[in-house]
């Protein structure tokens, strides 16, 4: 059964360096998402990708965030400059033509 | 606003019983209902759905969900639990409303642990 995939698994990083988490989505699907959990609160949905382009970000994606999708296989997360409130689990989802999200297994950003 | 309410953070049953986890939503419209579970050091797995239809839903594992649209809850059952559904079960919901791609709203998760 295809999975979603994300690495790394864990990553840690001081406070101002750059991060890029990775997610290779499942390979028929066209839409992307990241989703963050910080330890303790709720899965909250960062930002939505579509066509080589976002189509929706929550107002936690702010200018220190970006996304790309650099080849056919995979779709990036890019923190600028990290915060300690970055740290979290940060999962991938993608979809196809039904309605459920496929989430992967997430990386645990721990920023010191 | 939309919010997902999952009122009890643990739930335990013995092997054998039935199991209930509990979800309620404020969602304008029509929203689509799904839970997901996560074992540990995966990822969330998608369980079931309600788009439409029918209130009792099917999904995997012998798990079913009951979408009550009076009550805004759509909460989680099996008539059976074994051992191995042992996992925090979230709740979500995607408002359909202004949401191009289906953002997910989840819940803050329930941790069940079902005793031999």
């Known amino acids: 059964e295809p999975e979603v995939t994300q690495t790394p698994s864990h990553q840690v990083t001081q406070m101002g360096q750059e991060v890029i988490l990775r997610c290779v989505p499942i390979s028929n699907h066209l839409y992307f998402y990241w989703y963050r959990q910080i330890l303790g609160q709720k899965v909250e949905f960062l930002v939505s990708f579509y066509n080589n382009e976002i189509s929706e970000k929550s107002e936690i994606f702010d200018d220190q965030f970006s996304v790309e999708r650099p080849d056919g296989s995979n779709f990036t997360l890019k923190i600028r400059s990290t915060k300690l409130e970055d740290s979290a689990m940060y999962f991938c989802?993608?979809?196809?033509?039904?309605?459920?999200?496929?989430f992967g297994p997430g990386t645990r950003l721990t920023v010191t | 606003a939309q919010s997902v309410a999952q009122p009890e953070d643990q739930v335990n049953v013995a092997e054998g019983n039935p199991l209930t986890v509990k979800c309620t939503y404020s969602v304008s419209g029509n929203p689509y209902l799904f839970w997901y579970v996560q074992y540990p050091n995966r990822g969330l797995q998608f369980l079931l759905k309600y788009i439409t239809g029918d209130n009792l839903v099917k999904g995997s594992y012998g798990f079913e969900a009951e979408f009550n649209k009076s009550q805004t809850s759509f909460h989680l059952k099996k008539p059976s639990a074994l051992v191995s559904d042992s996992a925090l079960y979230f709740c979500?919901?995607?408002?359909?409303?202004?949401?191009?791609?289906?953002?997910?709203?989840f819940g803050r998760g329930t941790q069940l642990t079902v005793w031999p």
């Open positions: 979500a919901v995607r408002d359909n409303r202004g949401s191009t791609l289906g953002r997910l709203y």
């Open positions: 989802a993608s979809r196809g033509d039904r309605v459920e999200q496929y």
